[in-house]
């Protein structure tokens, strides 16, 4: 064959994740968490580091983080999965359970990797499209599980980007009514009312298909060790180690993560640090005559109506403020999305952003 070796035709259409990664003061366009871990953790972690045989794999099973994650969920180890990052997370379901002859349903607008990883592992996507307001339409979700008969439902709570969170009734309805498995991916959960793990030991019909995919990324402020996991039914966990490459989750990661569940209450301080911020941000977003729609996690989505949102991300980006710019996405005309920061972050959005709107009224 001469030339370049052809790429698989089915991927020629995927263009990469990803959010522009500029050198700013205040970057708000990816939810991390805006502090970082607790200095305590950081000590543990060096010790930690101390006693690793480096010359040896790591354990395959995750033995210790996972009877760790278990007993914070007040579950079994052999319900709980690993792996780099919850999209590895999501990877390894749609490699176990997806796959060229089988669908993947979602609602979208949602986030964005579920259909890429979807359609990387040849699992046919089937969209669903929300209302208005971004709620998941039940109607249309029933069409579109009678119709597709997904192998997969993914819900998102809260849903990145807009923020939602799916209540405990929409969940159960997707239960009874999907055929397959139903992961919820709550990346942003403890900024949220309530979680789908509190389904888990519920009788609700279709439970044992149920999946709560996690992160380490967000609330517990560590999302440069790329650390996920799922909660499920032992088959599926089993499923997940049948795909994964062996030894992929490293020692370090399996320690710092073992090691963050000792600080819960740091944790947990940080997000109502966050959700108090987030009240803030979006107060002054409808003081500011913006439509913004109600968040259950650690960003906010709006829309900045008189002005091209492009425009006023170009101003935002001018005062070294970086936010997400999703007016390109479908569904999301004109909107932009701004993760919480800290206080003086958000500040800092809120003073270039009222410039912004300011320069425009002149
Ligand atoms: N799910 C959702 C909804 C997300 O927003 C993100 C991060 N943007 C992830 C999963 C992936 O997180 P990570 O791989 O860092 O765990």
Redesign the pocket.
Known sequence: MAGPVPLRPDLTVLSGYHSPQVEVEVRLN??ESPLPPPPEWLDELRDELGRIDFNRYPDRDATALRAALAEFHGTDPARVFCAN????V?QCLLLAYGGAGRVAALFEPT?A?HSHIASVTATKVVRGWRGPDHRVDLEVLDRVIDEAQPVVTFL?SPN?PTGRAESPEVVAHVLERAPGLVVV?E??GQFSPWSALDLMHSGVTGVERLVV?R???KTWSM?AC???YLVADPAVVGACETVVLPYHLDAMTQAAGRLALRHVDAMEARVALITEERGRIASALAELALESWPSAANFILFRPSARAATDVWQDLLGASVLVRDCSSWPGLDNCLRVTVGTTEENDRFLAALGASLDASRR
């Open positions: 990816t939810n990052g919850s999209n590895e999501l986030y990797l998102c990145n991916d990346a942003y995919v992160t380490f990324s999302a790329r650390l996920g």
